[in-house]
Antibody, heavy 118, light 110 residues
Framework: QVQLKESGPGLVAPSQSLSITCTVSGFSLTSYGVHWIRQPPGKGLEWLGVIWAGGSTNYNSALMSRLSISKDNSKSQVFLKMNSLQTEDTAMYYC????????????WGQGTTLTVSS | DIVLTQSPASLAVSLGQRATISCRASQSVSTSSYNYIHWYQQKPGQPPKLLIKYASNLESGVPARFSGSGSGTDFTLNIHPVEEEDTATYYCQHSWEMWTFGGGTKLEIK
């Protein structure tokens, strides 16, 4: 069955960078895109970016200078990298499978919590 | 960027009654073929769950008491009759060129 699982450092100091991994199973990254979405504690959902099956990417325009999404198809892993972290980046980070351009997310990971604090 | 405005921010509905949530887009998110609006339900400690895709198409396994409608810039999620388990926060999302979410609507069952 389709599964996505996020993993990350948990705690990062301000101004540092982070890398979060989304490991997928039950489908191939050469056939589906993967999105990243985050949710600060007690707040709403914010779309971060997407990496398509072919490897191209799109980013949230407000964050694109700090974001990078890449993947390793052979390892079924997608990577989210963000630099210059601030306390406002504290959030739950989710990855979700794209069901086709313009579509919705039927499959989500359980999320990984990131806290930015000294 | 397209902004999605949900209303109300919160509502309380009596068991068995109707809950109506609105989502307004800052520009049209519809073509003649598709309405690029989707609805999710999120309960505490869980990722969002897809309820409705393309404005009115019920996701497999979702109870028929959930329904969606609308086109252009105005969309609605209806839940009738509401049940205790529908207590959650509901989000609309657009997928027109890019992707953004509405601010969410917290539903309480009285």
């Amino acid at each position: 069955q389709v599964q996505l699982k996020e993993s990350g450092p948990g705690l990062v100091a301000p101004s540092q960078s982070l890398s979060i991994t989304c490991t997928v199973s039950g489908f191939s990254l050469t056939s589906y895109g993967v999105h990243w979405i985050r949710q600060p504690p007690g707040k709403g959902l914010e779309w971060l970016g997407v990496i398509w099956a072919g490897g191209s990417t799109n980013y949230n325009s407000a964050l694109m200078s700090r974001l990078s999404i890449s993947k390793d198809n052979s390892k079924s892993q997608v990577f989210l990298k963000m630099n210059s972290l601030q306390t406002e980046d504290t959030a739950m980070y989710y990855c979700a499978r794209d069901e086709g351009y313009g579509s919705s997310y039927s499959y989500w990971g359980q999320g990984t919590t990131l806290t930015v604090s000294s | 960027d397209i902004v999605l405005t949900q209303s109300p921010a919160s509502l309380a509905v009596s068991l068995g009654q109707r809950a109506t949530i609105s989502c307004r887009a800052s520009q049209s998110v519809s073509t003649s073929s598709y309405n690029y609006i989707h609805w999710y339900q999120q309960k505490p400690g869980q990722p969002p769950k897809l309820l409705i895709k393309y404005a009115s198409n019920l996701e497999s396994g979702v109870p028929a008491r959930f329904s969606g409608s609308g086109s252009g810039t105005d969309f609605t999620l209806n839940i009738h009759p509401v049940e205790e388990e529908d207590t959650a926060t509901y989000y609309c999302q657009h997928s027109w060129e890019m992707w953004t979410f509405g601010g969410g609507t917290k539903l309480e069952i009285k």
